[in-house]
């Protein structure tokens, strides 16, 4: 949920950061940039973002989508769930409190820790797990539903890995919702005002958005796919997409998220969620 402009704070100076490079990442640079970053940048995310995520706030998008009044994974009480890429755990935190049985995973220890934070506030205490999205560390068919908004799935190289991962780790007709940055974002500038209206990229270039520093070294990865990648690569996990939401900018909201802003929600759509099932 950043834009360019956010990325250019601490994280980026702590990381010696010198400026985008235009040219592909393995797996293995994608995860130690991620790495890096999220554990720079926590505390400076959380200053910012944390009191509009919530403690135990279940929150899709910047749209100000909320779980509690779309119900897009259905009756959460009783249920086995899993949250990939939590970051601070807002939303592990909201499932648990609804009778939910969750764990919540992610890259960062940064994160974790205040998601470990928030938990002890709170005290509503979901199972907290660093792990990698692409190497899920549980036995087959563990969970009913599996949830990301925003986590892990734009960071990795090869989405295809999360998505097997994440089939392997549900039961049959488990449920897979997830929120990423729309793709048709991906031509514009990160930039919430009139120059963020602007093409400037081709939708079917999946360069990934890397940053790097002085010796080269990736600092900051963000992998794009179109709409028909993510089709692909979920029906050919074992999975059936159920449908395709596009939050429309809701009237009167005036707050800017990075480069979400009602100028630009009110043309184009900022976010995607994938409702999506095991297929068997």
């Not at 897009?72 to 939910?100: F, H, M, Y």
Request: charged share 25%; net charge negative; glycine share 10%.
């Amino acid at each position: 949920m950043d834009s360019e402009q956010d990325r250019y704070s601490g994280a980026q100076t702590t990381l010696g950061t010198v400026g985008p490079a235009r040219r592909r990442v393995d797996a293995s640079e994608s995860v130690a940039a991620n790495i890096a970053w999220w554990d720079a940048d926590a505390d400076d995310y959380m200053a910012e973002h944390g009191d509009f995520l919530g403690a135990a706030d279940f929150l899709w998008c910047p749209e100000g989508l909320r779980e509690r009044d779309v119900q897009l994974l259905g009756e959460v009480a009783g249920k086995d769930i899993v949250e990939v890429g939590c970051g601070s755990a807002p939303c592990a935190r909201w499932l648990a409190g609804q009778g939910a049985r969750v764990t919540a995973l992610d890259l960062s220890a940064g994160m974790l820790r205040h998601a470990k934070h928030a938990n002890d506030v709170t005290g509503i205490t979901p199972t907290l797990i660093r792990a990698n999205a692409e190497y899920l560390p549980f036995a087959d068919g563990s969970f009913d539903i599996a949830c990301s908004a925003f986590g892990a799935v734009p960071f990795v190289a090869d989405v295809r890995t999360i998505f097997r991962e994440v089939a392997r780790v549900l039961r049959p007709r488990g449920r897979w919702v997830f929120a990423v940055t729309h793709p048709i974002r991906w031509i514009f500038p990160d930039d919430p005002g009139p120059a963020g209206l602007q093409v400037i990229n081709s939708y079917f270039d999946r360069t990934p958005y890397v940053e790097v520093d002085a010796d080269g070294r990736p600092t900051y990865v963000e992998h794009h796919r179109t709409l028909g990648d993510y089709v692909r690569a979920l029906t050919g996990s074992g999975f059936v997409v159920d449908d395709v939401i596009e939050p429309e900018w809701p009237e009167g909201q005036t707050r800017e998220w990075g480069q979400w802003s009602p100028l630009r929600g009110e043309l184009f759509p900022g976010t995607v969620i994938f409702s999506c099932r095991r297929s068997t």
